[in-house]
Every structure is written in structure tokens, then in C-alpha cells.
């Protein structure tokens, strides 16, 4: 008898939906539960040592450390942050002036102490977002998360008093957002209610909701017209006065329709392409395209910049002026309004630019961002929660894999000042930083940033990242996490941006999707050879990992491509490609992988759905898989299931899941440490990094 005679390896590519393991689909289940307890005893008996404990606390401390930097937004002038430290874990909800916060230790008035909440009430609360109202932000609404979940529980705050309003608005939990009308009205998009949900769980409709009143009594002014759009939502813009209201509904990922009305419903549809971006501030609207628009005998092309005037647009006219027009390598990666100017975030061979775009009514005037470097990773973004009290100050956040990020505020379109400076956190003497390029299976270059010692030694230790999905950029950070653990040990760090991602514009992105995804996966193999080829490395000292979409990258690197790689870690994963419509926010994907149940569809589907593609006899790598129970977006099920397949097949496989985390690492610093630590200690032992 053969091995694959001898081991069950359903589902398989031949019968799908033959799953004996959906039971690990139940989330709460004694069974499901009881095979995440053995599965964490077992994985924290083998790699929870002593080792493994100081790691830990090292990087505990660290995410601790009372000089990390303070991100903060404005609101009514004041500057608003949430602080994890190791006295306060999950956070205090804190604010003080722009003059303070300028100075080495800023005073804080603390507005909630998350941490005393959570002990007061008996539960794991997180705080999500906030949603307060302008222009004197006296009132907001808090939403809380139990264990970093998605779905919030949502109450009205008093910044005044600093407490819960006593019979003020509140939510039970639920998906979804909420703004201001006025003070006593709100504009409720949430999945709470019956017939309130979506397939994919977020809202369906949004609600004029009045103080006083019962959820249930609340007016609906603005539904989902299809039964498979992904979620609806409403914000009120007040850059003009009157305010008025947008609406917007998810026909999927990428396509939406929006319109234009007011406290009584959607009034004007926007005659825009629905997988375009629309960006409103006062009587001017930019307009991002990512397919060709043809409109009075003229094209635009994908990823262009549109401006007009929105009253001229809606009376008809298509007079645009071109803000923003892509080349091969060059692409936008956001547009914001600051101050009634236009800021685009731009990439021109991954080197970030800056443009500024002033309307008037003598035209558009342009102008470059000064002051920001070329040769590092630079995120610009607009100080003020909202344009109504805003002045168009911007923040400016600046790194690169061995230089520590900085937090700079640009006033008035002059040269970034330095508010504050986030601490070295390992020692990065003789690393570089270089940029390289990998040829992928049909020929396309796939740009990667190497970080690490300056002479090769032809066996490094490499730990590889990459995502390739949904159009998201990923750039090369300051990681304190695996500079501490990874670089400062002798190792070397590498990120590669495949197709699926927004490096590029749409073409990027649109290459990496649906059928593509395969190819994105050829993409990150590609670069594992190259950095053999180069003479960085062997095959067997190469570990890599990925989350969420890019667990499908790993799990596809474990049964595709297991000849280039030491050991995985795969984190948060999306894997079974046949279920995934049907597990939570699942059907909202379809636009970036295709409908399993269409038969042509799944014919790609199913080509890297590494759940049914795995089987017996591999040479296939070490793989740690982990999640977290509240993960209330991606389903703990793909982790759960991968797990139990691969080692019912013999594989050396192992899992882990705490209780918390909601899709990340963990709701405070400890927890996030703990995941990191576990994962990359697991890759550190299986491809020869020395830990202390």
C-alpha cells in the first residue's frame, strides 16, 4: 500500500466538498475549542521556553517603551491619541495642545481609561475608533471591541465630563459606523437588527437615528438596491454650509455607487465610474480612475487624477482638468484633502513625491511637497479629523528598515519640523539597505528590498515578507520586532512587492487578482531563487511569512514551491478558497478572488486553494499557522482546518490561537509580542538562527 493509499488527505481537488474537518468551522464549539487548547499546549511546550519568555518581554518593553511616538489627530484644536504602555495595556484615550505636545514630555488629559473599563464592566474591551462632532467636539461616539474584533459596541461619550451619557446613544454589538448630523442626531450604517446585515456582515442600510428613540424605531433613508452588495455607508461633509450627506453602496471590493443628499436620503447619483475614487471638499471634487474613461470623445486613462467643480459637474459639465497621469512605475497611493488643497501620495519607482493641487477659480495651481526625502518610506496626511476645523496642517511619518521612524508637521505647505522621534531599537552597525530585482516565471521584474549585513556570507538566515493583494502598497519599515529578533542576530530581512499589490497602479494590482493570484505567488518563489542566485543564501535558511490574504501566499509557497524555503509562518490566514464566500466577511473578496461557486471561477480558484492542493508524501517545509478567536473577519476555520489536514498527512505542522487579537497580533503589547515572538522564534529554529 502506497502512502496516499494509507492517509485520508479529503478535500481534495477531486471531490471539494468532501471536508471531515468543518466542524473546526464552529467557533465556540467544546470540540472545535478542545483541539485549539491541545493544539496551544502543544505548540507552547515546544517553542514557549525560557528563550521564548525573555524574547517576549523584550519586545513587550520595547512596544512599551514611553518615548514610541504618539500618533495623534486634531479635533477642535486640541490633539487627540490612544497610549498602550505596560501600565496601561489596553490603552488610554488621552488629548492635549499642539504647543504641549511639541515639548520632550507632553502633559496628557486622560479622557477614558480603557483598561479601568474593561475591569469596572467584566470585559475584554478594546477601543476601535471614534466618531465626535464638529466644530467643538464636545460629544462622540466610542466604539468598543471585544478582544480587537470588527464589530463594536457603540456609546456616546461627554469630552466635557469625561464619562458615558446617562441614556445617551447606544449600540449592542454589531459591524458598522456612525456619524454626527447633529447633537442629537446620527446617521447609524450598522449590521445590528434584523435584515440589517449584508451577505458579507457589514450594514445594508443607513438609519436616521434620533436621541431618545429606539434603534428599532429609526428611520431608514438609504438601502442596498442589491441583494450582494458588500455594505452601505453614509458621512456628512462639512466643507459647505449647509452640510451635506454622502452616500455611498459596496457593490463589491472595489466597486460602489455613490450619491449626493441629505438628512433625508440620497438625492444625486454620482455619473462617475463605479470603481473610481471620489474625493469632495467644498464646491470641488477629484476624481481617481482606475479603468479608461471615455466621456465627449475623450479618454482618461486608468489611474488618472480628474478635477472640477462639483456644481459644474452636476450640471452637466465633463470640462475636467487632469491632476494626475501614471506611467509604467509611476502610480498614485492616495489623494486627501487639507485646507481646500489636494495632496496626492505618489510612487515613481517606489520612490514617494508629494504634489499639492489648490483650486480657485482661476484654475488649478501645483506645487511639490518640500523638505521630504526620496530614499525612504514617507507616509503625508492631514493633522485635523475633519476640514471644518482644520487649517491644512499636515503630519509627515519617515523611515526606513534601519532608521527609526519620525513624526513631522508641515504648516502651511513650508519644510517638515520634527515634533517627535522614535527610539533606536536594535543595533543596525553594518546593515544596509538595498533594492534588488527578481525576473518572476514570465518575465516581469519584481522589485524586493534586501536589509541586512553588508557582506554576504552566502548562507544568510532570511526571513521574507510580502502581501500581493487588494491593491495595498507594501513598503519597507522600521520593524522593531524583527530588528530586535531577526537583524540584530546575524539575520537578514527581505520584502517583496508582487503583483496584486498598489506599487504600480490598477495594472499591478489587476495582474495579481482573480487568476492572477497564482502568478503573485510565482512572483515571491521568484525572488526566493534570486536571492540563491545572488549568493545571499541557500533554499534551507530562507523562512517567510504572511497574513490574511498572504496566507494564501504562504500556504501556496508550502505545497508549490517547498523546495525554496526552510519554514513558514503563516498568520491570519485566508486558505480554503472553496468556503471562503461563505465564512464570514468572505463574499466581500470576490472581486479580488472570483465566486467558488461559478464553475469557471473555481477553475482558478482552486489552482491556489492550498486546503484541497495539499497531499501526502511532500517535501514540504515546517509551517507554524496562527490566528486568533476574535477574528471576526477573516474565519479561524482556514487556520483551524489547514492545521488539522496537514497533520493528519504527517506533516510537521503546528498552530496557535489566543483567544484575542480580532484580525492582528493581539489587542495590547503583550499579546502582540507573544504572537510575534512564538512565530518568528519557530522560523529562527528551523533555519538556523542562532537565539540567545
Not at 625 to 643: E, F, L, Q, S, Y
Not at 645 to 667: I, R, S, V
Request: glycine content about 10%.
Amino acid at each position: 500500500m502506497s502512502i496516499d493509499d494509507s492517509i485520508d488527505d479529503r478535500p481534495t481537488l477531486a471531490a471539494p466538498d468532501d471536508d471531515p474537518y468543518l466542524w473546526l468551522e464552529d467557533i465556540e464549539g467544546d470540540r472545535a475549542l478542545a483541539f485549539v487548547a491541545a493544539q496551544n499546549q502543544r505548540t507552547l511546550a515546544a517553542f514557549g521556553d525560557t528563550g521564548f519568555e525573555h524574547d517576549r518581554d523584550a519586545l513587550a518593553a520595547i512596544f512599551d517603551r514611553p518615548d514610541n511616538i504618539p500618533f495623534v489627530s486634531r479635533r477642535g484644536g486640541l490633539l487627540y491619541n490612544q497610549w498602550k504602555d505596560a501600565a496601561h495595556p489596553r490603552g488610554l484615550w488621552r488629548r492635549t495642545t499642539l504647543d504641549e505636545f511639541r515639548t520632550a514630555q507632553p502633559r496628557w488629559e486622560v479622557l477614558l481609561d480603557i483598561d479601568r473599563l474593561a475591569t469596572d464592566e467584566g470585559e475584554d474591551w478594546a477601543l476601535n475608533w471614534v466618531s465626535s462632532l464638529p466644530p467643538a467636539h464636545e460629544r462622540a461616539m466610542l466604539s468598543l471591541s471585544r478582544g480587537g474584533s470588527d464589530a463594536v459596541v457603540l456609546r456616546e461619550f461627554d469630552l466635557a465630563a469625561k464619562r458615558f451619557v446617562d441614556g445617551g446613544f447606544a449600540l449592542a454589538e454589531a459591524k458598522g459606523s456612525v456619524d454626527w448630523l447633529d447633537r442629537d442626531t446620527l446617521l447609524l450604517s450598522s449590521a445590528f437588527g434584523e435584515g440589517m446585515a449584508t451577505p458579507s456582515g457589514y450594514a445594508r442600510t443607513v438609519r436616521l437615528w434620533r436621541r431618545g428613540e429606539p434603534v428599532a424605531a429609526a428611520k431608514q433613508i438609504f438601502a442596498a438596491e442589491n441583494g450582494q452588495s458588500v455594505w452601505v455607508r453614509a458621512g456628512v461633509d462639512r466643507s459647505v454650509t449647509p452640510a451635506r450627506v454622502w452616500f455611498s453602496e459596496g457593490l463589491d471590493f472595489f466597486n460602489h455607487q455613490l450619491w449626493l443628499g441629505d438628512a433625508s436620503g440620497a438625492v444625486t447619483r454620482l455619473d462617475v465610474p463605479s470603481d473610481s475614487w471620489v474625493t469632495p471638499d467644498g464646491d470641488w471634487i477629484a476624481i481617481k480612475l482606475r479603468q479608461p474613461w471615455t466621456i465627449d470623445a475623450v479618454t482618461h486613462l486608468a489611474d488618472v487624477v480628474l478635477g472640477i467643480r462639483l456644481s459644474a459637474f452636476l450640471a452637466g459639465s465633463r470640462e475636467f482638468i487632469r491632476l494626475f497621469e501614471p506611467s509604467a512605475r509611476r502610480a498614485l497611493q492616495g489623494l486627501s484633502w487639507a485646507g481646500g488643497r489636494l495632496v496626492l501620495s505618489i510612487l515613481d519607482e517606489l520612490r514617494p513625491q508629494f504634489e499639492v493641487w489648490t483650486p480657485s477659480a482661476e484654475g488649478w495651481s501645483s506645487q511639490p511637497l518640500p523638505g521630504l526625502p526620496t530614499l525612504a518610506t514617507v507616509n503625508v496626511w492631514p493633522l485635523d479629523s475633519d476640514e471644518l476645523t482644520g487649517n491644512g496642517d499636515l503630519l509627515a511619518s519617515i523611515q526606513d528598515p534601519l532608521t527609526p521612524p519620525s513624526l513631522q508637521l508641515i504648516e502651511n505647505l513650508g519644510a517638515p519640523v520634527v515634533l517627535k522621534q522614535a527610539p533606536r531599537t536594535f543595533t543596525a552597525d553594518g546593515h544596509v539597505v538595498t533594492r534588488h530585482e527578481a525576473v518572476s516565471v514570465d518575465g516581469v521584474k519584481i522589485p524586493y528590498t534586501q536589509t541586512g549585513p553588508a557582506e554576504p556570507t552566502g548562507d544568510a538566515p532570511v526571513h521574507m515578507n510580502a502581501y500581493g493583494g487588494f491593491g495595498h502598497t507594501l513598503l519597507p519599515a522600521y520593524n522593531a520586532a524583527l530588528g530586535k529578533l531577526w537583524l540584530e542576530r546575524g539575520g537578514t530581512l527581505v520584502e517583496a512587492n508582487i503583483r496584486g499589490g498598489g506599487e504600480f497602479g490598477t495594472a499591478w494590482h489587476d495582474a495579481g487578482r482573480y487568476a492572477g493570484k497564482r502568478l503573485a505567488h510565482d512572483d515571491f518563489a521568484a525572488v526566493a531563487a534570486d536571492l540563491v542566485r545572488r549568493g545571499v543564501t541557500v533554499p534551507k535558511r530562507i523562512a517567510a511569512q504572511g497574513g490574511s490574504n498572504g496566507g494564501i501566499l504562504i500556504t501556496n509557497m508550502l505545497v508549490r514551491y517547498p523546495e525554496r524555503f526552510g519554514a513558514l509562518f503563516c498568520t491570519i490566514p485566508l486558505i480554503d478558497m472553496r468556503r471562503y464566500t461563505k465564512l464570514l466577511a468572505g463574499a466581500s473578496w470576490i472581486a479580488e478572488y472570483g465566486d467558488p461557486d461559478k464553475d469557471q471561477e473555481w477553475g482558478w480558484l482552486q489552482t491556489y486553494s492550498a486546503y484541497h492542493t495539499a497531499t501526502p508524501g511532500q517535501p514540504y517545509p515546517p509551517i507554524l499557522i496562527a490566528t486568533t478567536r476574535r477574528d471576526d473577519r477573516v474565519h479561524p476555520g482556514h487556520a483551524r482546518k489547514m492545521t488539522a489536514k496537514l497533520q493528519a498527512m504527517g506533516y510537521d505542522t503546528w498552530f496557535y490561537e489566543p483567544a484575542a487579537g480580532g484580525h492582528g497580533y493581539g489587542t495590547d503589547n503583550r499579546e502582540r509580542a507573544s504572537f510575534i515572538t512564538l512565530g518568528t522564534r519557530f522560523l529562527a529554529r528551523h533555519v538556523g538562527l542562532e537565539m540567545e
